[in-house]
């Protein structure tokens, strides 16, 4: 039962969720308001007209991209025109109005329905359907079996014992839209509590998926929106929802990592607002309301969207898209296809979980205290006081802290990754190839012809040996499946190379009696890409 009790009280917080949402969306109203507001007093370029025709600027340029409107994009231009007639006061009323509109856009929903189908009836349906059937009888004793395909570990019990004292921000890698799923899946099998989380409001055009999402605390971010003003709503919602007590979860690495590479770059926008969360507790006098941040990768077999990802990583103009709108995940069928073909193989997702932190990058004991890199104690709330014993506000000196505890993030990333037999063969099939090519370039190694590209079994064992030798050595980057410890290379081989030839357009790479052949080269980089934080073998 003590393994349940944080996910029990986690639920009742949610329950109450909309009863809290307009309260809480008037908490970001004034807030962002007031602020705007003294910015503007305090002159320079922080008047609410600069402000405001920011956002009609702005939103002008994104929906004449996009082929908005006419009636839309004039909206916005008559806002503009009226700016130099407009009083302060009325400039203050705009502004309001804007802030509500773009903070109702953003707000999420839960529904305790939702939430109990969700986590009750959907994963045994789930284990059901995409379960390789043989016989009814195989079929009812697939029921639950979920588990098997979706597996958490980790530092579960200090993250538990966090749970029950504070607030989790659960921190996770980013390479695949079922991330949220699977992550929700995650949290799940390890007694943790759900969170609210910010997705791509891109996401939601998946209809299926998105009633989901919609109905269980997700809200909606919208990468198209550029301009201050939104990114200032959303960042102040992120800080009234764990001021409240709200889990959350965010993808410091922002959109998906195109190339399968562990995140290192991370963005820190959402992040930062843990920080400004825990000072305005301390300022209210509630020190003891602990924010806790949870490091996370998802470490699939095979990634749903791989094709369309490393393609636009490898493109010209593809580095610079945002966002993607016709991928995989566009499309049922394919999401079917990836349940049917990937989630029949046991464990083909592991979510780790690593020792939770406190929002300036300090380690955590057991309990959930502060520590220094000594191991001492340390009071949080010291962080945010000034020589007085006062909190004060200091933005140079908070980002810092945002910013050391992203480094900590971007090293604690490795050190949780779990290699699939799909990352490790890949990884010594493109050691193996680019050393008899003489080069590690991906362009070039495209335009060989296929001859090139075949390599011997023999070699590709020596290959993997040495590096499953080299990561068991090495555990700060990361572990092998645990699936795959007692097996021999030959074993990982097989496995990995049905996987590479069971689920994407054309097979990565086929076997064909002791040679193993590269059929695509640009998947063959991109699931090597998960080990490439694992240094080259010295010559």
Same mark, same amino acid.
């Given at each position: 039962?003590?393994?349940?009790?944080?996910?029990?009280?986690?639920?009742?917080?949610?329950?109450?969720?909309?009863?809290?949402?307009?309260?809480?969306?008037?908490?970001?109203?004034?807030? #962002?308001?007031?602020? =705007?507001?003294?910015e503007?007093?305090?002159?320079?370029?922080?008047?609410?007209?600069?402000?405001?025709?920011?956002?009609?600027?702005?939103?002008?340029? &994104?929906?004449?991209?996009?082929?908005?409107?006419?009636?839309?994009?004039?909206r916005?231009?008559?806002?503009?025109?009226?700016l130099?007639?407009?009083?302060? /006061?009325? =400039?203050?009323?705009?502004?309001?109005?804007? #802030?509500r509109? %773009?903070?109702?856009?953003?707000?999420?929903?839960?529904?305790?329905?939702?939430?109990k189908?969700?986590?009750?009836? /959907?994963?045994?349906?789930?284990?059901?359907? @995409?379960?390789?059937?043989?016989?009814?009888?195989?079929?009812?004793?697939?029921?639950?079996?979920?588990? /098997?395909?979706?597996? /958490?570990?980790?530092?579960?019990?200090?993250?538990?014992?966090?749970?029950?004292r504070?607030?989790?921000?659960?921190?996770?890698?980013?390479?695949?839209?079922?991330?949220?799923p699977?992550?929700?899946?995650?949290?799940? !099998?390890?007694?943790?509590?759900?969170?609210?989380?910010?997705?791509?409001?891109?996401?939601?055009?998946?209809?299926?998926?998105?009633?989901?999402?919609?109905?269980?605390?997700?809200?909606?971010?919208?990468?198209?929106?550029?301009?201050?003003?939104?990114?200032?709503?959303? =960042?102040e919602?992120?800080?009234?929802?764990?001021?409240?007590?709200?889990?959350?979860?965010?993808?410091?690495?922002?959109?998906?990592?195109?190339?399968?590479?562990?995140?290192?770059?991370?963005?820190?926008?959402?992040?930062?607002?843990?920080?400004?969360?825990? =000072?305005?507790?301390?300022?209210?006098?509630?020190?003891?309301?602990?924010?806790?941040?949870?490091?996370?990768?998802?470490?699939?077999?095979?990634?749903?969207?791989?094709?369309?990802?490393?393609?636009?990583?490898?493109?010209?103009?593809?580095?610079?898209? %945002?966002?993607?709108?016709?991928?995989?995940?566009?499309?049922?069928? !394919?999401?079917?296809?990836f @349940?049917?073909?990937?989630?029949?193989?046991?464990?083909?997702?592991?979510?780790?979980?690593?020792?939770?932190?406190?929002?300036?990058?300090n380690?955590?004991?057991d309990?959930g205290?502060?520590?220094?890199?000594?191991?001492?104690?340390?009071?949080?709330?010291?962080?945010v006081?000034?020589?007085?014993?006062e909190?004060?506000?200091?933005?140079q000196?908070?980002?810092?802290y945002? &910013?050391?505890?992203?480094?900590?993030?971007?090293?604690? %990333?490795?050190?949780?990754?779990?290699?699939?037999?799909?990352?490790?063969?890949?990884?010594?099939?493109?050691?193996?190839?680019?050393?008899?090519a003489?080069?590690?370039?991906?362009?070039?190694?495209?335009?060989?012809?296929?001859?090139?590209?075949?390599?011997?079994v023999?070699? #590709? #064992?020596?290959?993997?040996?040495?590096?499953?030798? !080299?990561?068991?050595?090495?555990?700060?980057?990361?572990?092998?499946?645990? &699936?795959?410890?007692?097996?021999?290379?030959?074993?990982?081989?097989?496995?990995?190379?049905?996987?590479?030839?069971?689920?994407?357009? !054309?097979?990565?790479?086929?076997?064909r009696?002791?040679?193993?052949?590269?059929?695509?080269?640009?998947?063959?980089?991109?699931?090597?890409?998960?080990?490439?934080?694992?240094?080259?073998?010295?010559?």
């Amino acid at each position: 039962m003590g393994s349940e009790r944080p996910v029990r009280e986690a639920e009742n917080r949610l329950e109450r969720f909309n009863a809290d949402r307009e309260r809480l969306l008037a908490e970001v109203e004034r807030r #962002v308001v007031a602020r =705007k507001v003294s910015e503007a007093s305090a002159g320079g370029d922080a008047s609410l007209e600069y402000v405001l025709n920011d956002v009609a600027y702005c939103e002008i340029r &994104r929906l004449e991209a996009g082929g908005g409107k006419s009636a839309a994009i004039e909206r916005w231009r008559e806002l503009s025109r009226r700016l130099l007639a407009m009083s302060e /006061a009325d =400039k203050q009323e705009e502004l309001r109005q804007l #802030v509500r509109h %773009y903070g109702q856009d953003v707000v999420g929903n839960f529904d305790p329905r939702v939430y109990k189908f969700a986590t009750g009836v /959907a994963p045994s349906l789930l284990g059901f359907v @995409f379960s390789p059937i043989g016989s009814l009888r195989e079929g009812m004793a697939a029921l639950g079996n979920l588990d /098997a395909r979706i597996h /958490a570990d980790g530092e579960i019990d200090v993250a538990r014992a966090c749970a029950e004292r504070g607030t989790l921000i659960v921190t996770p890698t980013h390479s695949s839209n079922m991330d949220s799923p699977a992550i929700g899946l995650g949290l799940l !099998r390890a007694a943790l509590p759900p969170t609210t989380y910010g997705a791509g409001k891109n996401l939601f055009t998946n209809p299926f998926i998105s009633y989901f999402m919609r109905n269980l605390g997700a809200y909606r971010v919208d990468r198209r929106l550029k301009f201050e003003l939104y990114k200032d709503v959303l =960042k102040e919602y992120s800080t009234v929802l764990l001021e409240h007590g709200y889990h959350s979860l965010f993808f410091p690495g922002g959109t998906r990592c195109r190339s399968n590479i562990v995140e290192k770059n991370l963005k820190l926008g959402l992040l930062g607002t843990t920080v400004t969360a825990y =000072k305005n507790a301390v300022r209210e006098g509630a020190p003891h309301k602990r924010l806790y941040i949870v490091p996370a990768t998802i470490n699939y077999r095979l990634v749903l969207e791989a094709e369309t990802l490393i393609d636009d990583y490898l493109a010209e103009t593809g580095k610079n898209r %945002y966002i993607i709108t016709d991928d995989e995940f566009s499309r049922i069928g !394919r999401i079917l296809e990836f @349940f049917r073909k990937i989630l029949v193989h046991e464990g083909s997702v592991v979510v780790r979980f690593g020792r939770p932190l406190d929002p300036f990058g300090n380690d955590v004991t057991d309990e959930g205290e502060s520590i220094d890199r000594a191991g001492r104690l340390v009071d949080p709330a010291s962080y945010v006081r000034g020589a007085d014993g006062e909190v004060t506000d200091d933005d140079q000196r908070d980002a810092e802290y945002t &910013r050391a505890l992203g480094r900590r993030l971007s090293a604690a %990333y490795p050190r949780l990754t779990v290699f699939h037999a799909t990352h490790l063969v890949a990884r010594a099939v493109y050691d193996v190839v680019t050393r008899a090519a003489g080069t590690r370039d991906v362009y070039r190694l495209i335009r060989m012809a296929p001859p090139q590209l075949a390599v011997s079994v023999d070699a #590709v #064992v020596d290959a993997l040996a040495r590096l499953r030798a !080299r990561l068991a050595a090495s555990p700060a980057w990361g572990a092998e499946h645990p &699936r795959l410890i007692a097996q021999p290379a030959g074993a990982v081989i097989d496995d990995a190379v049905r996987g590479l030839s069971s689920y994407h357009t !054309r097979p990565i790479v086929s076997r064909r009696a002791q040679t193993l052949q590269v059929d695509d080269v640009k998947l063959l980089y991109y699931y090597q890409n998960r080990t490439a934080h694992v240094p080259l073998e010295a010559p």
